[in-house]
């Protein structure tokens, strides 16, 4: 995972002129990891996808309830 100062220092170190395998080898990371952070042009955090539903998600409501109950076993 990349953080915003990493990729502060991916974008400073292109600018400088580094090629992607130098960047890649003084931080590091991936070849494929440093190009496609160059092409970002702003830094985003990682977010995951959101979930989709599953078998239980019409039970929620009453897991939720039901979980303390029986000391979420």
Sequence with gaps: MVGKERWEQI???RA???SVSAIARQLEL???T???WLRQSEWRPYRRAGKDETVLSAHRAWLVRRAP???YS
């Design 30 to 32: 991936d070849r494929k």
């Design 11 to 13: 974008q400073r170190l």
């Design 69 to 71: 109950q029986v000391s």
């Design 16 to 18: 400088a002129g580094q």
């Design 34 to 36: 440093v190009r496609y």
